[in-house]
């Protein structure tokens, strides 16, 4: 064969390597006819709908929304606000670890964390099927109170709908939050600069492992609980810690750690590479992982970030991140660098490396 | 985690490599072919491919069996699983294999009953749930699955449900292999057997290997450590010029294989004169369908079907692929008419064919370096 790794690039393949580059650049066409269960998974087809749907009709000049960050800000007599909103219908609504209600809350107080925002105040917004339980919804509603109180955030507005049976599972929830974004915060996806540190905030996939194990569908027993959390003290600590030198910091929900590398590698147009021996999983989850055929880095957390720091900071950031009460398991797990742009790869516990890619869609179970 | 970490030692896996290095001769270009997605998926999720010296090159071969599917066996399924009372049961993998015009995922989110199983018996369970739907379920992989199609179609039977049918796509190891050897322009120089296949047929069945084209064959594990100690084994029978079918993955794989599951599934299957595979064309005797005695679990019979064929693009080239003859970007339609989002060829279905991932990596999946 012409093409041992070490023979010079044809012309031929150089031209095929470019048209695929300049492909795969462009910004995806939404062409489904359909809305399929891909296009909610946080992967490829999430990211087709965006980009490819979304952006071009509310932010044509790809000044906002198109930076595809966890909060949008907007600015106020000169004070710095950010908003987000997010849904929630999660099945089952009760899981180990937390519920439907706590959750609404914290996704939304952690989307304005991460953006560098002390949560202020949030909306809240319900959607019950005809039929609930009043004990289940009173159950969520405490989760709610309670869970607001503990993020330290005003419920300021609500709203409720009741559908017919069959038109909702049990209930959805719609939450909306501002916050006050933090002085010290410089953050950007696009901040990336090669020899960045990337941190985590903790032992990853416990949202959705627990999650899968909680319908039941597998014959799988575990105590594996949501790690469902605020997060604002934790970025409040890497502010602290890192100031100008925190470059971004997500929360690793939808799609995982994985997917959070991914959108900022190509955001930053930068490549990261990921030291998967150094990635914490508990046991029992990268246990339940292994049976399932899923990759942890892809499992939905609701109580993780992933940071990226200048090499400077990096250690203060660690350290402090560390003394935050649900954060102590913190760890460094890779570094961006200049090449492959926009892709992520894993160095993994065995010794090899692999590219870690967007998920085409729903992370489906392998039979072999 | 016990008994799978002590498999993926890294520290073995490193002295493994050195000796792999010492039995290459430098200059000498290596093709081994694992032959099942098993192992390409290890391959791949370990990186195994960057402990081998530059020479040995792994051909991923066509044992995944979701990517063989060809596009009208899908269009049959998915003609059934659009009936009204009909919930239609497949593994995960198999919901985004596209078919002429849409995949599983698609007739789902057109409104099809179509349901994620993890094993054919959930799909029982779910017909004895519902006894007022039909319950189909589209039965893909090689003697692997293949028995526990068997056994969950005699369970129906013991249980009398009438409400369980099933699509047999189930296929053979040994003719598309036979197939690929058969070719003049065959380039391997070696095959890496598939371990759970051979957990059930046993190692007798790749005799003909060494014995008719002088090829060795070693059967391996799946875990990182099996795969290299299996090209290891492959690589000495090469320097010593020795050339036999061997057992890496003793552990689980008997010689003889299982005789329970290779009797229920004679009792339950009859091969296929003939059977479509996606880039490899119709291969003769390479499929299992329903035997008489089970012909009233058989959805064929029940529902009209297209059957049409609907062929592969005369340009695609996946058989030359697959053959190590030529390049994934040599081939006429690669990153025009084949792409991984509209995918005509096996290399292309599967993220870890040889032509899928050489689109999504581009250049790093030929250099692999990273600065």
Known sequence: MSTSSDAPVSDREQRILDIIEKTRARRPKFKSPNVTMAHGAGGKATQTLIEGLLVPAFDPDEAGLAVLADSGGVKIDETGIAMTTDS???????????????????????????????PVAITIALILEEGLPTEVLRAEVDAIASAAVAAGVEIVAGDTKVVERGH???????????????PRASLSPRALRPGDQVIVSGSIGEHGTAIMLAREEFELDAEIESDTQPLWEAADALLGAAGPDLRCVRDATRGGVATVLNELARASGVAIIAREGDVPVRADVRGAAEILGIDPMYVANEGRLVAFVAPESAGAALEALRSVPGSEGAAAIGEVKTEPIGMVLVETAFGGKRVMDLLAGDPLPRIC | MRFVDEFRDPGLGRALAGEILSLVEPGREYKLMEVCGGHTHSIYKYGIDDLLPENVELVHGPGCPVCVIPMGRVDDGMAIAENEEVI????????????????????????????????????????????DRVVVFFAIGFETTAPSTALTLKRARAEGIENFLCICNHVTIVPPLRALLESPDMRLDGFIGPGHVSAVVGARPFEFIPADYGRPLVISGFEPLDILQGIRMILAQLAEGRCEVENQYSRVVPYDGNPAALAVMSEVFELRPHFEWRGLGFISQSA?????????????????TPGVRVADPKACQCGEVLKGVIKPWECKVFGTACTPEHAIGTCMVSPEGACAAYYNYGRFAREREVV
């Open chain 1, 88 to 118: 929630f219908v999660v099945k089952p609504i009760r899981f180990p670890g937390g519920s439907i209600g706590e959750l609404a809350v914290n996704g939304t107080v952690n989307d304005l964390a991460v953006a560098g925002a002390k």
């Open chain 1, 168 to 182: 909702a599972d049990q209930m959805y929830i719609t939450t909306t939050g501002i916050g006050a974004i933090d």
């Open chain 2, 88 to 131: 239609f049961t497949c593994f995960g993998d198999m919901m985004r294999v596209p078919g002429s015009e849409k995949s599983f995922q698609d007739a789902k989110a057109g409104g099809a009953d179509i349901r994620m199983v993890y094993s054919p018996l959930d799909a029982l369970r779910i017909a004895k749930a519902n006894p």
């Open chain 2, 288 to 304: 299992l369908r329903l035997s008489d005695a089970y012909a009233d679990f058989d959805a064929e019979l029940r529902y009209a």
